[in-house]
Every structure is written in C-alpha cells, then in structure tokens.
C-alpha cells in the first residue's frame, strides 16, 4: 500500500465525493465500506451519530444509515443539516430499515426523515450488489448537484462583473456627457452669431444628443444602483406617503383636468426611497402615455395569500399584448423619441426594485383600452 496516500490529509474533493456510514452496531459499516470501496467509491466510517452530522457538515456525496443509530438527538440533527442545505444540495440519505425486527420509534423516526429530504430506504437482509447500486445512483445525483453548485457560482461572478461594470460605465460616462452638454450650451451662446443657419442646427443636434445621453446614462445608473439594494429585513413604510412624495415630484406635469385618486395604502417593507421609485415612474408614465381623454389614474392595494398587490391603472393608450412582458425589459421602447420622449428603462427598474424585495410586476391592457400596472410585495 502507497503510505504517503494513506496518511495525506483528505482533499476537498475526497471530502466532497465520499460517502458517510453510520451503523454503529454489528458489522455493517465496515462491509458495505469493503463493498464500495472496491467500486473505488471514498467511504467514512462514522463512530457515531454526532460525527456523522459533523462530518456532513465539512462536506459529503451521500450519507447511508442504519435505522437503529437513528436517535432523537441524531434525526434533530440531521435534520437541521437537511433544512439548512444550500438551494443547490439535496444530500441524497440512504437508509437502512430493520426488516424482519423494525424498532416503532426508530421506524417512525426514519420515515420523519423521509418526507424531509432525498431518502431511500433499504430492507435488510440487503444484498452487496443493492448497496452498491444505490450508492452509485446517489453518487451521481450528488456530482450533478456539485456542477449545479458550480455552474450557479459562474453565473452569480458573472452578473456580478456586469452589475460592476454598467455601474462603472455609466458612472464615468456621466462627466464627458455633462461636458458635451456644458460646451454646446456655451458654443449656441456665444458663437450663434459665427455660425450659420446649418452650424446652428448641427449645434442643437449635439446639444439634444447629449441631453439624452445624460438623461440615459443616468436612468442607467440608477438601474444599476437597483441590483445592489441590500437583502435584509427593512422598517414598515407607509405607502400612502411614499405616493404623496411621487406625486409632489411629479405635480408640474399632471394635466389641470386629470383625476388621480388613490385608495387607502397599507405600511409595507419596502425602503420608502425604493416604493416613491416605482410610484414615480409607473405615475409617470400614465400621465406620459395619456390619451385623448382626460387622464385618470387609480392606485389601490389588496391583500392575498401573503402578499400586497399593489395597482396602479390609467385610461391611456395601453399596449398591445405582445409586447405586455417586452416593455420591462432594458431600453426597450414601443415608439419614437420624438413622440414620447424617454429612455425605456423606467419599467425595468420598477421590476429590479420589486424583485429585489421579492414581489412581482406585470402589466394587464389592450390598446386604447388603458393599462393597469400589478406589483406584489410580501405581506
Ligand atoms: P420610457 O417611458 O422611458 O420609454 P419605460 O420603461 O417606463 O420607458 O416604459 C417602456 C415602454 O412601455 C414605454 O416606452 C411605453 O411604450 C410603454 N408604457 C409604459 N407605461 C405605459 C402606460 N402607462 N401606458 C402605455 N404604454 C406604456
């Protein structure tokens, strides 16, 4: 035997990839340890119950038990370990029933577990070949689980980047831009008389082109900044104030003829900053998207298994079905700037901000029959 090999210490792989036993009594452990071992399958043997919940602490493919170490303090345990388990991991747990003499307590115990977690249970008298089998399967159910875990980390590193990046770019964009803007506005000031009627026009493309921009990569900033609101448990907010503060912000471009009528609004956690956000722009938007009538907006909320349903309905232009989910994505737009100035990145950041808080948004409408904008925020 390679010496070195036995007395290195166990790789995060090995821990990762072995397999835990626990059948303190008779000989059990030490055969089916034989019997995977000679498959190449890493086995621990585990002296007892609190090791084994340790030992799968550190790291393990799968756990194999005999019924009988099934203890109270041992099913607490692992169950703990099984509720605790990362989104990606479902351990998969052999057990190994009493067959012909079952034990009513460890036997109620052991079906406890299996309505907990990925259990299997194996009457003995059990053959070599069914452990072995089903050791494999569990095996393989766990290295899949293992390139989930991995492909997830890529996944979340990746956004990560990108979150850093958008958020980088539209930062440092915001000082050129605002120059761009600063020197036109100066060039049309002083220069007007220099420049003729072409060079004037050139002009006011540059310095509208630049507004724009700034306007973008500030919508787009914000966007961002969106990814990062923290995950954590946050105060009740009044949500009738966080509507009167969209409102006063948005009073200079409500029409004198529009009713906006709002509904009694319940206190919600969600940061007042972020609500004030998503009133702003779906208001915004109503009074944007108004059509030939006289505006009206009504706000309401109601409440449903666990959630609020926020509502925010106008009798404007609506739009059309197929592009009801389309119109929360990043800078999308159903018509020309010239016609109705914006970025289309107002409903995205509502759908950050309300996913963030883990809610949903959606719109209901038809075109010319008005839109009514839902989001959900826990109760
Ligand atoms: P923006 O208003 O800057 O274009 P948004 O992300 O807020 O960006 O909206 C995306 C698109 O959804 C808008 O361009 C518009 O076509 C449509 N939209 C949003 N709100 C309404 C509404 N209340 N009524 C009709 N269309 C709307």
Request: hydrophobic share 40%; net charge negative; with cysteine.
């Amino acid at each position: 035997m390679n010496e070195t090999a036995t007395l290195a210490a166990p790789t995060p792989a090995d821990t990762e990839e072995r397999i835990l036993i626990l059948a303190p009594r008779g000989r059990d452990a030490n055969l089916i340890a034989g019997t995977l071992a000679e498959d190449g399958i890493h086995t621990a043997v585990c002296p007892d119950a609190s090791s084994l919940v340790e030992w799968l602490d550190e790291g393990a493919a799968a756990a194999i038990v005999a019924e009988e170490a099934l203890t109270r303090e041992c099913v607490t345990e692992i169950t703990r370990f099984l509720e605790s388990q990362a989104p990606w991991s479902d351990i998969p747990f052999v057990v190994l029933t009493s067959g012909g003499r079952p034990n009513p307590a460890t036997n109620r115990r052991a079906h406890e577990l299996g309505v907990l977690g990925n259990i299997t249970f194996l009457e003995r008298p059990v053959r070599p070949a069914t452990v072995l089998s089903s050791m494999r399967a569990a095996l393989r159910a766990r290295l899949r689980q293992y390139e989930m875990r991995r492909r997830q980390e890529t996944l979340t590193r990746v956004n990560a980047d990108l979150e850093q990046f958008a958020y980088s770019a539209s930062h440092d964009l915001q000082e050129p831009i605002r120059n761009v803007a600063i020197y036109s506005d100066i060039l049309s000031m002083r220069y007007n008389q220099v420049l003729d009627q072409r060079g004037l026009e050139f002009l006011g493309n540059v310095k509208s082109a630049a507004y724009r921009m700034q306007t973008m990569v500030s919508d787009l900033l914000c966007y961002t900044q969106a990814a990062s609101i923290a995950d954590e448990p946050v105060e009740q907010c009044d949500a009738n104030a966080a509507l009167a503060a969209a409102l006063s912000i948005l009073s200079e471009t409500i029409p004198g003829n529009a009713t906006i009528t709002a509904s009694s609004l319940p206190a919600v956690r969600v940061r007042k900053v972020h609500l004030q956000q998503i009133f702003q722009n779906l208001i915004g938007n109503a009074i944007k998207y108004r059509g030939d009538e006289p505006l009206r907006v009504e706000i309401s909320a109601l409440r449903n298994d666990g959630y609020w349903f926020f509502s925010v309905q106008d009798n404007g232009i609506g739009i059309a079905t197929e592009y009801l989910e389309q119109v929360f994505g990043i800078f999308k737009r159903l018509h020309t700037h010239k016609k109705y100035p914006g970025t289309g990145i107002g409903l995205a950041i509502c759908q950050r901000i309300v996913e963030r808080y883990r809610g949903r948004i959606w719109v209901e409408s038809a075109p010319g029959k008005g839109s009514t904008f839902i989001f959900t925020v826990p109760t």
